[in-house]
């Protein structure tokens, strides 16, 4: 059978992880690979064997050739780029952060839509292991309905020294990371309508802020908390580990270090490991992270395949963007924000 062609745009520290889950499935074939930075260029299209290479994404679009495009670059690139793929009708894969702002968000969503063709927002921390653990434990019904929930992650780990972008941006942890956190809030515990939020800068050596609390009232009754760190010392280090407590009217759901879950319910206590498994290309810690990818592109080759949305589309991650968006607004000016105000 024929194999689907990929291009993927921007080949920097994180793109290499989706290079290797594109190499990895066995009906795909990257074709063309572009980045502004001919060293990168370079670097990655003699690590996976690509022979087309481009600094110019006009270029590589106008050449065509490809069924879909993955869009690796960083946040300040992706509207145009998405907007660049759908004026040639070329599927698109963006990564997170979705835009800078939610009106950016709206505009790739449309420019999609109007061309009638699939947005898939590289939401990938919901694809986890531990986190579908988490989402089977909820279904199965074992701690019966979740009326509270909290998602965490808190570390002091370096991400710096491999993304220093991450240090000069005015945003740095909602946009960056607890956008993967909100967004498991909403895998796990439904759509939120409010949004309350606080946030501190600990590390006078960024920009942005590194510790942010939030709030959210979900449309079920739910109520969880949010809460991110970089700026958090522990003994043992759990990058890039996210935590989750869940209690149910019939019992208890705890997600702790080492992806260690422990289900309370009516008929016993049940503890269990629910590690992510450790690909060949992949390095520790990041491998939970470097499994989610696989995942998630595997996940995009089906459903494009099906012609069905993704469950990570445009669509749906504008309900995380604007609780990124709200976050902010919160913390800015003290007051709960209105989810739908937004959308
Ligand atoms: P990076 O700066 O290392 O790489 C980005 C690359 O894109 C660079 O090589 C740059 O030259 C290239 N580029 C930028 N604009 C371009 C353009 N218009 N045309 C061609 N090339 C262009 O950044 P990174 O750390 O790899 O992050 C990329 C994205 O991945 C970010 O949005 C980041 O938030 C995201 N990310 C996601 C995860 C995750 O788990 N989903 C993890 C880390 C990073
Ligand atoms: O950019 C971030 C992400 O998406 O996952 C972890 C990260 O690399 C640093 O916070």
Request: with cysteine; net charge negative; glycine share 8%.
């Amino acid at each position: 059978m024929a194999k689907t062609k990929g291009a993927l745009i921007g080949c920097g520290f994180f793109a290499v992880n989706q290079m290797h889950g594109w190499q990895d499935l066995d009906g795909v074939e990257i074709v063309a690979i572009c980045d502004r930075d001919p060293e990168r260029l370079h670097l990655v299209g003699d690590q996976f064997g690509v022979d087309r290479r481009y600094r110019s994404a006009d270029e590589m679009f106008d050449d065509g050739g490809f069924d879909f495009v993955d869009i690796a670059t960083t946040v300040g690139s992706h509207r145009a780029l998405v907007e660049l793929a759908a004026s040639h009708a070329v599927p698109v894969i963006c990564q997170k952060p979705f835009a800078p702002a939610l009106a950016d968000a709206k505009a790739m969503v449309a420019a999609a839509e109007k061309a009638g063709i699939a947005l898939m927002i590289h939401e990938n921390f919901r694809w986890q292991t531990p986190i579908l653990a988490v989402r089977a434990v909820l279904d199965s019904g074992v701690i019966g309905e979740p009326f509270w929930g909290r998602v965490s992650f808190r570390s002091g780990f370096d991400v710096f020294s491999g993304q220093p972008y991450l240090a000069r941006g005015k945003r740095f942890i909602i946009e960056d990371l607890g956008i993967h956190s909100l967004d498991i809030a909403r895998f796990l515990f439904g759509d939120a309508s409010r949004m309350t939020a606080r946030t501190r800068r600990i590390n006078p050596d960024i920009a942005g802020e590194d510790v942010a609390t939030m709030l959210l009232d979900h449309d079920n009754g739910i109520t969880s908390i949010v809460d991110v760190s970089y700026a958090t010392k522990l003994p043992e280090e759990p990058f890039p580990e996210t935590f989750v407590e869940i209690d149910g009217s019939r019992g208890t759901l705890r997600l702790g270090k080492d992806y260690k879950l422990t289900v309370h319910g009516p008929d016993g206590t049940t503890r269990s490991v629910v590690a992510p498994n450790l690909l060949p290309w992949a390095s520790r810690p990041w491998h939970n992270i470097q499994e989610s990818v696989a995942l998630i592109q595997k996940h995009w080759v089906e459903r494009l395949a099906e012609g069905r949305e993704p469950d990570t589309s445009g669509r749906d991650n504008l309900k995380t963007f604007a609780l990124v968006e709200a976050a902010y607004r919160s913390a800015e000016y003290g007051e709960t924000i209105a989810i739908a105000d937004l959308l």
